[in-house]
């Protein structure tokens, strides 16, 4: 079957760095996305990686490695605003999205 | 503002009553999607409309029932749902064809069923 595994809840301190794992197993590969969720809020798209290596976009960056079907999300000089849930999603061999149950990241001052 | 707009935003309803969610998006995307999210779990996609055409329904009971009339605007029609039924409901769109091109999301319409 398909499978994506993030841990449930994380808990960080403002201005510090916390790194967000994913571990997955799909038919197929097409691309790994994060995204974002606030309580009560759309999730927003943050990031797509479909080939090996490290994407930096400001304070957030992630990383992806295939043969090893692990993906990360960095996020540094963290702010309260980042409290929030993220969610990873892989595009299977059908481009159909398989999603996380998503990592809930708390942030303390 | 992510350019998809649902309503309505909060729906308390019955188990006999009938209801209707909208979804609406600016975006000149050509797929729309509705998802269940409940606490703790992963996003369950139900429908996925291409171009006004069902293309995926993944063993959703029938007591939700979806119309698409165009490509901006999706419905999802509710009877006599379940109390396990309450939930997230979150709409969103794409352009498909392109796999690097990420799904927008509305607000979503939580849904509670007495």
């Known amino acids: 079957g398909q499978n994506i595994d993030q841990p449930t809840e994380m808990t960080a301190t403002e201005g510090a760095i916390v790194q967000i794992n994913c571990t997955y197993q799909?038919?197929?590969?097409?691309?790994l996305f994060w995204y974002q969720q606030h309580a009560g809020e759309a999730p927003t798209f943050l990031s797509y990686?479909?080939l090996d290596g490290l994407e930096e976009k400001g304070r957030f960056s992630s990383f992806l490695s295939r043969s090893k079907g692990y993906s990360y999300l960095l996020l540094k000089e963290l702010q309260m605003k980042d409290s929030a849930s993220y969610l990873c999603?892989?595009?299977?061999?059908?481009?159909?999205?398989?999603w996380g149950a998503g990592t809930k990241l708390i942030i303390k001052p | 503002e992510t350019g998809v707009t649902q309503t309505p935003r909060h729906l308390v309803m019955g188990m006999t009553n009938k209801k209707s969610l909208k979804c609406e998006q600016h975006?000149?995307?050509?797929?729309m999607y509705w998802y269940k999210q409940s606490a703790k779990k992963p996003l369950e996609l139900m429908f996925v409309?291409?171009?006004?055409?069902?293309?995926e329904n993944n063993s959703v009971p029938s007591r939700f029932s979806p119309e698409c009339p165009n490509s901006s605007h999706l419905f999802l029609h509710l009877h006599t749902l379940q109390p396990e039924d309450s939930a997230l409901y979150l709409c969103a769109s794409s352009q498909e064809g392109q796999a690097n091109q990420p799904q927008h999301f509305g607000d979503g319409t939580r849904l509670s069923i007495l």
């Open positions: 975006l000149g995307h050509n797929a």
């Open positions: 999603a892989v595009a299977d061999s059908n481009y159909q999205l398989i």
């Open positions: 409309y291409n171009f006004k055409e069902q293309t």
């Open positions: 990686n479909v």
């Open positions: 799909t038919s197929g590969f097409n691309g």
